[in-house]
């Protein structure tokens, strides 16, 4: 299935991966507004290629063009009696304050907030965790 949105033409380059955050105040008014609100809050894409039509947008000053994506896994630590590949789990982020620590972003990942319903497509190696937390590296999906 080909999955369209439009992206910032300066940023609209094949192989560039981006975290869609969610929409902006600004693009209540814009026309083009339903290929790119329709994209999941939190989840990484990757640009396989763009169009040439070029749209205003009051965001980029250079304006969007339409790019085809897709879904990239979501790379995260998770805790171990999770991490069971095909199983579907709910994030619930670790209470850490170990900002300095090489696995924070893995276990906070940007865009993933608790509550969130992912599904383990591939477990990796276990992640030396420095509040003292059983974790693995994982792909979620």
Not at 30 to 45: M, P, S, T
Not at 56 to 64: L, Q, R
Not at 76 to 96: D, F, M, N, V, Y
Request: positive net charge; proline residues 4%.
């Amino acid at each position: 299935m080909v999955l369209l949105t439009v992206i910032g033409k300066s940023l609209a380059k094949d192989g560039l991966v981006f975290t869609y955050m969610g929409p902006l105040s600004n693009c209540k008014e814009c026309k083009v507004k339903n290929i790119c609100f329709h994209l999941e809050r939190g989840r990484k894409y990757r640009v396989l290629s763009s169009r040439d039509v070029l749209h205003d947008c009051t965001v980029h000053e250079k304006g969007v063009v339409v790019v085809e994506v897709e879904e990239v896994p979501l790379e995260a630590a998770i805790p171990k009696k999770q991490a069971i590949e095909g199983s579907s789990i709910t994030i619930e982020l670790p209470r850490c304050r170990e900002r300095g620590c090489d696995h924070y972003r893995l276990c906070i990942p940007v865009g993933s907030d608790s509550g969130q319903k992912k599904k383990v497509l591939k477990v990796g190696k276990k992640v030396k965790c420095k509040i003292g937390e059983d974790r693995v590296c994982v792909e979620l999906g």
